[in-house]
């Protein structure tokens, strides 16, 4: 079961809640408040934190929830150093067991150089932090446009219905940047009428499907590193 909250300015907060064993996770940890209210009100055990990377909207408040809670943090080896409490490294590749599901660790640099994402295949569910959002990617803080593309080319290989967990509500003006690049794209125009109608209402664009973000997201639809590059420049300065 996940669980999806808005929190801080524009952040996402999820719980991977599994019934069975009880057991509930927190994606990255923003707002450690919220996110305690949250499992208060189901009545869940925050037991984890899987952290995508060291950004402070992501790992803020992991020491609060793990001196509240006794919880374990997860996160990438890459950025052991910077990610406060963290418990057990993991790289990607490797897999590790949550309660009834396998998580599989996608290495997706570009955004950060130690920048990870957790795939679900039973959930038909990916948590992908920073790299992908809804018709847009991360800014490339530390990794390169090499990187982020081959971090998309991963993600874009999973089956095209897995459900994407992106951390920001950021699509509107995702959207607004990839229709003055891409304005005869009808399955973006239909996206975005979708999206226009979400904000209007205040309700998530998130999730979105790896197949809607092939079809309509510009970052997902370059070619090569080299074309990617030139669309994350123009994104920069848009």
């Given at each position: 079961m996940i669980i999806?909250?808005?929190?801080?300015?524009?952040?996402?907060?999820?719980?991977?809640?599994?019934?069975?064993?009880?057991?509930?996770?927190?994606?990255?940890?923003?707002?450690?408040?919220?996110?305690?209210?949250?499992?208060?009100?189901?009545?869940?055990?925050?037991?984890?934190?899987?952290?995508?990377?060291?950004?402070?909207?992501?790992?803020?408040?992991?020491?609060?929830?793990?001196?509240?809670?006794?919880?374990?943090?997860?996160?990438?080896?890459?950025?052991?150093?910077?990610?406060?409490?963290?418990?057990?490294?993991?790289?990607?590749?490797?897999?590790?067991?949550?309660?009834?599901?396998?998580?599989?660790?996608?290495?997706?640099?570009?955004?950060?150089?130690?920048?990870?994402?957790?795939?679900?295949?039973?959930?038909?569910?990916?948590?992908?932090?920073?790299?992908?959002?809804?018709?847009?990617?991360?800014?490339?803080?530390?990794?390169?446009?090499?990187?982020?593309?081959?971090?998309?080319?991963?993600?874009?290989?999973?089956?095209?219905?897995?459900?994407?967990?992106?951390?920001?509500?950021?699509?509107?003006?995702?959207?607004?940047?990839?229709?003055?690049?891409?304005?005869d794209n009808p399955?973006?125009?239909?996206?975005?009428?979708?999206v226009i109608k979400?904000?209007?209402?205040?309700?998530?664009?998130?999730?979105?499907?790896?197949?809607?973000?092939?079809?309509?997201?510009?970052?997902?639809?370059?070619?090569?590193?080299?074309?990617?590059?030139?669309?994350?420049?123009?994104?920069?300065?848009?």
């Amino acid at each position: 079961m996940i669980i999806q909250f808005p929190c801080l300015s524009d952040n996402y907060g999820f719980l991977l809640h599994d019934p069975k064993t009880g057991k509930t996770a927190s994606i990255d940890a923003p707002d450690a408040q919220e996110i305690t209210a949250q499992c208060a009100k189901r009545g869940y055990k925050l037991s984890h934190i899987f952290n995508t990377h060291h950004h402070p909207d992501h790992v803020g408040g992991n020491i609060s929830l793990k001196e509240q809670h006794g919880l374990h943090i997860i996160g990438p080896q890459a950025d052991k150093e910077r990610i406060p409490g963290i418990a057990q490294v993991v790289s990607g590749g490797e897999q590790f067991s949550f309660g009834a599901w396998d998580v599989h660790v996608l290495h997706t640099p570009g955004h950060t150089k130690g920048h990870c994402a957790y795939y679900i295949p039973k959930l038909g569910s990916v948590f992908v932090g920073d790299t992908l959002f809804a018709l847009g990617c991360g800014r490339l803080f530390e990794g390169t446009a090499k990187q982020m593309f081959d971090s998309l080319a991963q993600l874009a290989a999973l089956p095209p219905e897995t459900k994407v967990y992106c951390a920001h509500e950021y699509t509107l003006a995702n959207g607004r940047f990839a229709q003055s690049i891409d304005p005869d794209n009808p399955k973006l125009s239909a996206y975005m009428d979708e999206v226009i109608k979400l904000r209007a209402q205040n309700l998530p664009t998130v999730p979105t499907t790896i197949a809607k973000e092939i079809a309509a997201n510009p970052f997902m639809r370059a070619k090569t590193a080299e074309d990617f590059a030139i669309i994350r420049r123009a994104k920069d300065r848009f």
